[in-house]
């Protein structure tokens, strides 16, 4: 008898707004739009995982780039399993691989 193992492929776009149209979003607009409960975005800026600037503030607003986080942080606990400790560590690597790659467009276009 033979084990199988089968294995879910899961496919999401996740578009990345530019900052010239920056639309600011109170937590409760900003949860209607990715559907995360207002208690997980405010455990989400707490630990920083939306930039340190909403980490001390008491009731943060959110921005598109701060949408496209979120999505960005369901996306890996939903399909990945990323639990919410490991978070922090996945997300910098994640920011840090984005940089690499925009050094390495602008490198290669000059």
């Known amino acids: 008898m033979s084990n199988f193992v089968i294995v879910e492929q899961h496919s999401l776009t996740i578009t990345e707004f530019g900052t010239a ?9 900003a949860s209607q739009h990715t559907s995360v409960h207002p208690d997980l975005l405010r455990y989400y800026c707490r630990a920083g995982l939306l930039g340190t600037t909403r980490r001390d ?3 943060p607003t959110l921005d598109d ?8 942080i369901e996306h890996y606990r939903h399909h990945h399993s990323v639990n919410l400790r490991a978070l922090p560590l996945v997300l910098g ?7 690499m790659r925009r050094e ?3 490198l290669r276009e000059s």
């Open 21 to 29: 149209s920056q639309q600011q979003y109170s937590l409760e607009e």
């Open 57 to 59: 503030s008491e009731e």
């Open 65 to 72: 780039a701060c949408l496209y986080e979120i999505r960005r």
């Open 93 to 99: 690597l994640l920011r840090e691989i984005d940089s």
């Open 104 to 106: 390495l467009n602008f």
